[in-house]
């Protein structure tokens, strides 16, 4: 099939730039399978994180022609090879080597999120009863395989860049934690964590989230948006604030709340 | 020399699921844990599981409970399988997958809200919980988020190069971190390893960067036995095409739920050759085959579904004899059941998410209405680090070992769905008797003469003329050798030239040379793993010439058949004082009665 022109960005936190090389291109070849190539034969230390190579593991995210993508489910048939194509790390997050980027942060943000708090077992062996259907509520963002691009297009996190204060807890969280908050068996309160340290309110839903996510989550719609509702109900809804105090305490309402189907 | 120290009470190496269940059990148990991973947290392998847990939780068939998976588990692993562990695993599946749930977990559910379980290869009833096509998933996740709130230390992107010694006992492992090549000693009291596979010694293989046999490498060379090692599972239905997708799995969840296995003449060709202790649990005809796969539970299974080791062969004929697809494989077809059921498009997709993906976007082929073509691929090695059953202890004091890098349970073949059991279930033993052990150890001594000696051997590399040897050559020159000289058949001459190319391998590896410096450096991370793929092959090609029979995953062309003497024994492999690998057989202890009545009511 031909040869395709490279331009895979070199460098570490430091600086860097980015650098010329050519693959050979066969039948189905996938972008990260030229980065192998490149490496066996030109460039042996270029750096580049890899797992599954089958969207499975979300480990080889970088951004191919300047749009977030895993580098195991491009294509090459895909992508023009009439210019050089580029190759650089997610931009989000601190540079660590060449398309090595270091996404800790978000290691950090999970350990935030307070675990499942299942109810009491439905049945003597320790079981619960849970439908089909309320489990594919919730399965869909749980196919989430942390490949971290709605994180690095987030533009509040992209441009922004509120990592630390104000910090926003990004796309990915927000759907961990409307994951738990949907769970039928769930009973813990995280929508305080929500407003005020994972900082909902900063994402105005432009939905860039959604449109990388190689698993198709509906990331906002399903996720956030309900998020946001709850948040609404629970902290600024008049009609509600009168119930929970009448109720003594938001959480219990919250475990009663019908949550929103979009 | 310069290098980080850390201690712990329990070292746990490797983060899959046998990793993360160990560390999350050792921590419960209240000593310090550290966790290492040569990935980042969530990436290990367990994550490519696709198609579920096995477990008798009765919840699809009632007349399914732990004797029948015992039995199915040891005639799967032709009865060379370390019976109490076998026990063990189908005793204690259940509660491990119900914690998984207490977890987190969301598994698939019946009409009647419970667990939904399907059937596998090997397996009499429905018996794999599961998500979808994405079970392995959802056991890291509901793992990992629910370890990281354990007072766990992570230390990702962390590669153990060897473990340490104080007299006969392990105290602890080197290794440094990928990003930066910093050099980094952990001490521990009690170290588990829990790494996984070694598919990377061969070409064609589901298995990713990782599966390099680190663990077994470990393990052996700090002492501990390895047995069974030729024992390697040839996964039946790998992608065959296009050609940088080969070898990526395709789930036996797609047989469960129905598919075919057809060669290009259109014949359902499985059919033809049935082994003879599954005929009476096999169909008669494809109507029953299909009724099976539906629910039907007077029915039996279709040849499709007998165990992984038969289909591979039987894959590898009808190609051998002309019969094969367009790109040498056959042809797996799911698309057919819509003879059966109406909006069949719709079911596959929710059956099999992940695999309809898969095909869309790497092979540009709809499988709801296009047969796929599959092959075989290396997916898992049975063999492994030889533990003690009911502790997961090694021969070395302190060092323990669960999952795919330890061996017994499964045998000579492993049944689909019954590693991710083990891995729970062995992961939390593990977990618990290191944690146990500890507690009544306390550290040892580390030699800092031994330290230096190896931080000379790792850098070595870096030091030597650049025109020298290439270790990524020198691993796709392996991998290509063990494809074809010890993979799915194997004669004596052909291993035994393996074994000359290995000691070739071996004097290659200490020309190996390394371009730009430590950080992320993937030629560097490469050298060092071939000294593991190296070792773990030679177990394999040492063993396999040993067992002069064909037995599971380990089919030999001049031993054809399985020879009554082999079946009692298994093979064993250590590092001799010499340095060299020396290999031996060792019989399998007698199995007790109330086992052997369970087998015999389970024929």
């Known amino acids: 099939m031909g040869q395709a022109t490279f ?8 600086g860097g730039s980015f650098q010329e090389y050519h693959a050979e291109i066969t039948t189905g070849m996938v972008v990260l399978d030229a980065v192998h190539q490149i490496q066996a034969t030109q460039a042996p230390d270029l750096a580049c994180r890899w797992n599954c190579k089958a969207g499975k593991c979300g480990s080889c995210s970088a951004e191919i022609n300047g749009k977030p993508r895993l580098m195991c489910m491009t294509r090459m048939e895909t992508i023009p090879t009439d210019q050089p194509i580029t190759l650089q790390p997610m931009k989000a997050f601190p540079k660590m080597k060449d398309l090595v980027t270091d996404v800790s942060w978000n290691y950090k943000v999970n350990k935030m999120i307070p675990p499942l708090k299942p109810r009491k077992p439905d049945f003597p062996d320790g079981t619960w009863h849970m439908t089909q259907e309320e489990a594919d509520r919730i399965q869909e963002f749980r196919k989430c395989i942390e490949c971290f691009l ?13 990592k630390e204060q104000p910090m926003f807890g990004g796309p990915r969280f927000m759907i961990r934690v409307a994951s738990l908050d949907m769970h039928p068996l769930d009973t813990e309160d995280r929508l305080k964590l929500v407003k005020d340290d994972l900082n909902i309110g900063l994402c105005n839903i432009t939905k860039c989230c959604t449109e990388v996510c190689p698993e198709h989550i509906r990331i906002t719609d399903n996720g956030i948006i309900p998020l946001k509702e709850r948040v609404v109900d629970e902290f600024y809804d008049p009609v509600m604030w009168i119930v929970n105090k009448f109720r003594g305490g938001r959480k219990e309402a919250s475990t009663r709340t019908p949550l929103p189907m979009v | 020399m310069d290098y980080t120290t850390h201690e712990h009470d329990v070292l746990v190496i490797g983060a899959g699921g046998a990793g993360l269940r160990a560390a999350i059990e050792a921590s419960a148990a209240g000593v310090s844990v550290g966790l290492v991973c040569k990935s980042l947290l969530g990436k290990a392998h367990t994550v490519m599981a696709e198609g579920g847990i096995a477990a008798a939780l009765a919840n699809v068939d009632d007349r399914d409970n732990w004797e029948v998976h015992f039995a199915d588990t040891m005639r799967g692993g032709q009865y060379v399988n370390n019976w109490r562990m076998a026990e063990l695993h189908a005793k204690e599946a259940p509660e491990r997958v119900r914690e998984l749930e207490r977890w987190g977990a969301v598994f698939d559910r019946t009409k009647e809200g419970k667990i939904l379980q399907r059937n596998f290869g090997g397996h009499r009833y429905p018996r794999l919980a599961h998500v979808g096509d994405r079970t392995g998933l959802e056991l890291i996740r509901t793992l990992q988020d629910h370890g990281i709130h354990q007072g766990i230390q992570v230390y990702m992107e962390c590669a153990i190069v060897r473990l340490l010694k104080d007299g006969e006992r392990v105290c602890g492992a080197f290794g440094y971190y990928r990003e930066d090549g910093r050099f980094v000693l952990f001490r521990a009291k009690a170290i588990v390893l829990a790494t996984g596979g070694l598919g990377k010694a061969y070409k064609i293989t589901s298995n990713s960067w990782e599966g390099t046999g680190d663990g077994h490498s470990l393990g052996y060379h700090a002492g501990a036995e390895l ?4 024992f390697i599972q040839f996964h039946p239905t790998g992608m065959v095409w296009p050609p940088s997708v080969r070898g990526i799995l395709v789930t036996e969840g797609v047989r469960g739920e129905g598919g075919i296995l057809v060669n290009n003449r259109g014949e359902r060709f499985m059919f033809k050759d049935i082994p003879d202790n599954y005929k009476s649990q096999t169909a008669d ?18 040849p499709e579904l007998l165990t992984r080791d038969h289909v591979a062969r039987c894959i590898r004929r009808e190609v051998r004899e002309g019969r094969g697809s367009e790109h040498g494989g056959v042809y797996l077809d799911i698309a057919w059941i819509k003879k059966y059921i109406p909006h069949a498009a719709e079911h596959i ?15 540009g082929l709809d499988i709801t209405t296009q047969p796929m073509e599959v092959g075989p691929t290396t997916h898992y090695v049975m063999g492994g680090i030889r533990v003690h059953a009911d502790t997961q202890m090694t021969r070395v004091p302190g060092l323990f070992a669960a999952g795919e890098c330890a061996a017994g349970i499964n045998g000579a073949n492993r049944l689909g769905g019954n590693s991710l059991s083990d891995i729970i279930v062995f992961g939390k033993r593990a ?36 025109t020298s040897e290439n270790a990524f050559t020198i691993q796709h020159e392996l991998q290509e050798n063990m494809q074809d000289l010890a993979g799915i058949v194997r004669t004596e001459s052909e291993m035994q030239q393996m074994h000359g190319k290995l000691e070739q391998f071996w004097q290659r590896l200490g020309k190996v040379a390394v371009s730009g410096n430590r950080w992320y450096n993937p030629g560097w991370h490469t050298s060092l793993d071939l000294y593991n793929l190296l070792t773990v092959s030679e177990g394999i090609v040492l063993s396999g010439i040993m067992r002069k029979e064909s037995r599971g995953g380990h089919y030999r062309e001049d031993y054809p058949n399985k020879s009554e003497e082999f079946g009692k024994v298994n093979i064993v492999v250590h590092k001799g004082s010499d340095g060299k690998m020396q290999v031996r057989q060792e019989p399998i202890p007698e199995m007790p009665d109330y086992l052997k009545r369970v087998i015999e009511a389970n024929r």
């Open chain 1, 7 to 14: 331009h895979i960005w070199r460098g570490d936190k430091n």
């Open chain 1, 150 to 162: 709605c994180q690095n297009t987030c533009h509040v996190l992209r441009d922004h860049d509120a």
């Open chain 2, 227 to 230: 047995i069974d090692m030729e």
């Open chain 2, 285 to 302: 005809t494809e109507e029953e085959g299909w009724r099976y796969t539906q629910g039907d539970k007077n029915a039996r299974r279709p």
């Open chain 2, 349 to 363: 997709k929710r059956k099999l998410p992940s695999m309809y993906h898969q095909f869309k976007e790497l092979g």
């Open chain 2, 431 to 466: 977990g618990e008797h290191a944690a146990q052990y500890a507690k009544n150890a306390s550290l040892g001594a580390i030699n800092p003469e031994q330290l230096r000696d190896i931080e000379r051997e790792v850098v070595a590399p870096f030091e030597r003329p650049v």
